[in-house]
């Protein structure tokens, strides 16, 4: 059974910083690019960042490019979100996904396997 789990999430003020964590299914994760999502109270999901399965190449919103960081272990099956400089439009619900396609991307169609979710809430 495929698994996607994420964690990491909480309550900040504005100016903080939070690591989600997200960890797949050995099945899937080493072949696959992994993605990150937010998805705000009566807003569409978005895509946040991306990894390719080897780790080379990452892609990022204009959003929150300088302030976030995608990283992946291999090895532990997990993949990493560094926020910094977090603000209150940060606020929303993250999901971790895995995929396959050449290139990683922020479209949530590229991705096959998704997570639940974890909340992340900013204070101002």
């Known amino acids: 059974q495929v698994q996607v789990v994420e964690s990491g999430g909480g309550l900040v003020q504005a100016g903080g910083s939070l690591r989600l964590s997200c960890t797949a299914s050995e099945l899937i994760f080493d072949a696959s690019n992994m993605g990150w999502f937010r998805q705000a109270p009566g807003k569409e999901r978005e895509g946040v960042s991306c990894i390719k399965w080897s780790g080379g190449i990452t892609d990022y919103a204009d959003s929150v490019k300088g302030r976030f960081a995608i990283s992946r272990d291999n090895a532990k099956n997990t993949m990493y979100l560094q926020m910094n400089n977090l603000k209150p439009e940060d606020t929303g619900t993250y999901y971790c996904?895995?995929?396959?396609?050449?290139?990683?991307?922020?479209?949530?169609?590229?991705?096959?396997?998704w997570g639940q979710g974890t909340q992340v809430t900013i204070s101002s």
């Open positions: 996904a895995a995929g396959g396609g050449v290139q990683c991307g922020l479209l949530a169609g590229l991705y096959d396997y």
